[in-house]
């Protein structure tokens, strides 16, 4: 299967470079039998790249360890789930699935029939298909996952133990699908620069793909989040890790891109703009796999270390950046805007402040990641920069994002009047005024808390007051009951509403970050069986310790009955266990999670008397986090569900 697999990709990288190379003189040339054998070939290099996948996943589910890459990644007792995630897990596969994901969605791309950015298609699909021929020279010669060993063992390594979780189906497989999304718009940009078809064309053929790529990376950066949380033993969700940042920031930049191409369907303006922000995130999305391969950073999420990968990518993101950012530079005066941002106090102002904070938080994400590389340049000395110094920078920056999702909803386009603002904001602004009132009466005096919690009020009373607006108003003139007028007036505009139930989403994964950030309580303590401890109105009382192994680990198990307020609530049973192929130590996390808090039990150490070291947190409101990413998803799909023909021309018009 090997030797299948080797061939067939061979025989795609082949073909990928006809078909860029076609589509390219195709599309100038305008002649339909060169396009059509560009298509044909696009879709044929689809089919290859399947038939290595398929010769992949066939050694992965055979236990053929003569494959390097099956020896390393898999054992003979993981279960069918996790043999199938193996295709991910290391270097060289994940590289083929990227190449895999992306033939997909050439061919998509190519057989996709549609009326607007037709003529965009064939430079597009030329793009693309580069791109997928620099992947498979990757795949091909640097990091080869059909590699054979000179002998084959009688088992496997199998998976590092931490990545044996649920999140390992999930988490890589989104992520690569949002990093790998974003070249679809990025060819489309380019695209609409080398045809001189600079107008909304090229902006309107890409919002679904950018939303839907925007969806997927911000589902994987949820996941890993969660992951962290239950898997790590560490209490948080969120480290400010490299490879952590590397997937946020384009997940940022194609948020701002989101709301500036609004910007430019409306009102014709930030063309330029709106191209530096499409050529950002797909770069970006290219670092994010750059700085997992590289070694060039240090994280817990990183592959083996091949400098001749990053070199490799770090020459294509730099004939990228030159080539794309030339391109605009080319066409800068065909890109002017053709309106003028009429007064600071419009949605297009607020629009453009949120655009440069999301990329100002971007940069301080980048020079925080890099700063450690840059001190060792200049001083010879390697700075680290932790997570206080992404929380102070960001903090703010991510907080006036959330109030501008707020004031976004209600203020007017091109000029609002001091009447209208007072008429739009005087509920909203009362509202977070009364809960800012009670949370100190209620005695929390952290400033960071209150001002976290007012503004969330805030932008969500703008939101349900839009809402009522608008449903009254369908009331009034359709007579139609309340509930059956809410409905119509959201699927009356999917994209304006599916933006608002986003805005929700964050503005509850705010709540969440705040609560568990700010509010948390953590205790160490060592106790010997029969021992009790309290923290806040928990009292937990270690019962036992348990040893015992399995085929393939040993593990030692706490037993811990908890009560709350004097009243029993169960037993949690934290673990810590040692895979016989792993030296590292994996901790197996308790949690007992309610709307309120979360009762967080790690266990730390144990000695040969059973007197164990257990690390115990409450963490507030982090169930908030988890349901804001379900309403951000939710919201996300809301937006991008196609429209009707007719929904669709009312909703460009908003």
């Not at 090229?202 to 839907?212: E, F, S």
């Not at 706490?558 to 994996?586: C, L, W």
């Not at 115990?616 to 991008?640: E, K, M, Q, T, Y």
Request: glycine residues 8%; proline residues 4%.
């Amino acid at each position: 299967m090997a030797d299948i697999g080797y061939i067939a990709l061979f025989l795609a990288l082949t073909v990928s470079l006809y078909s860029a190379v076609a589509h390219i003189i195709g599309g100038r040339g305008r002649d339909p039998v060169l396009l059509a054998s560009a298509r044909n070939a696009a879709l044929a290099v689809c089919g290859l790249i399947t038939v290595s996948v398929a010769a992949l996943l066939y050694a992965l589910l055979n236990h053929d360890f003569q494959i390097e890459y099956v020896a390393s990644y898999t054992d003979r007792s993981m279960s069918l789930s996790y043999l199938l995630s193996a295709l991910w897990a290391g270097n060289d596969g994940s590289l083929l699935f990227w190449g895999w994901l992306l033939s997909i969605f050439a061919a998509v791309l190519v057989l996709q029939k549609r009326e607007i950015g037709r003529e965009l298609v064939p430079y597009a699909a030329g793009v693309v298909m580069f791109t997928l021929t620099f992947f498979l020279v990757l795949s091909l010669f640097i990091a080869n996952v059909f590699d054979k060993l000179s002998f084959v063992p009688a088992d496997g390594k199998g998976l590092n133990p931490l990545l044996e979780n649920p999140g390992m189906f999930f988490h890589p497989p989104t992520l690569l699908v949002g990093y790998v999304g974003f070249t679809i718009p990025f060819a489309f940009a380019v695209s609409a620069m080398l045809t001189r078809r600079l107008g909304d064309e090229w902006v309107i053929t890409v919002r679904r793909w950018t939303l839907i790529t925007w969806l997927f990376l911000g589902i994987g950066n949820l996941i890993g989040a969660w992951w962290a949380y239950v898997e790590l033993g560490w209490g948080g969700y969120w480290a400010w890790d490299p490879v952590e940042n590397a997937s946020f920031m384009p997940w940022l930049v194609a948020t701002a891109f989101l709301h500036s191409m609004m910007m430019q369907r409306r009102r014709g303006i930030l063309k330029i703009w709106n191209m530096v922000l499409v050529i950002l995130t797909f770069v970006l999305s290219i670092l994010g796999t750059f700085l997992t391969r590289s070694g060039i950073l240090s994280s817990v999420h990183t592959f083996a270390e091949s400098p001749l990968l990053g070199y490799m990518f770090l020459a294509f993101i730099g004939v990228t950046l030159l080539g794309a950012f030339g391109l605009v530079y080319y066409r800068s005066r065909e890109l002017r805007s053709e309106a003028e941002m009429e007064s600071l106090v419009s949605r297009e102002s607020t629009f453009l402040l949120n655009n440069l904070l999301l990329v100002g938080a971007t940069f301080a994400i980048f020079v925080g990641n890099f700063f450690p590389i840059i001190s060792e340049a200049v001083r010879g000395v390697k700075i680290s920069v932790g997570p206080p110094f992404f929380n102070q920078v960001n903090t703010p920056i991510f907080l006036a994002i959330v109030l501008l999702a707020g004031i976004c909803t209600l203020i007017g386009w091109r000029q609002a009047s001091v009447k209208n603002l007072l008429r739009n904001f005087l509920w909203p602004a009362i509202i977070a005024l009364a809960t800012s009132l009670a949370l100190f009466i209620a005695g929390m005096r952290q400033a960071g808390g209150i001002l976290t919690f007012a503004i969330s009020s805030f932008v969500l009373a703008t939101i349900l007051l839009e809402w009522l607006r608008g449903s009254r108003a369908r009331h009034r003139t359709r007579n139609e009951n309340y509930f059956k007028a809410f409905v119509g007036l959201l699927g009356a505009n999917r994209p304006r509403y599916g933006g608002y139930m986003v805005h929700i989403g964050v503005v509850l994964i705010a709540v969440g970050v705040a609560g568990s950030s700010l509010f948390d309580v953590t205790r160490e303590v060592s106790l010997k069986p029969g021992d009790s401890m309290t923290i806040n109105q928990y009292i937990l009382t270690f019962d036992r310790l348990d040893r015992f192994s399995t085929e393939t680990r040993d593990i030692v198990t706490a037993s811990i009955s908890v009560s709350n307020g004097g009243t029993p609530i169960g037993r949690m049973s934290p673990e810590k266990y040692f895979h016989r192929s792993y030296d590292q130590p994996v901790t197996e996390v308790a949690i007992r999670s309610t709307i309120r808090e979360d009762l967080y039990i790690i266990l730390v150490d144990y000695a040969e008397d059973d007197t164990t070291a257990f690390k115990i947190i409450v963490n507030p409101l982090v169930r908030w986090l988890w349901i804001g990413g379900i309403v951000l998803v939710l919201g996300g799909l809301f937006a991008f569900w196609p429209e009707g023909r007719r929904q669709s021309a009312s909703a460009q018009r908003e």
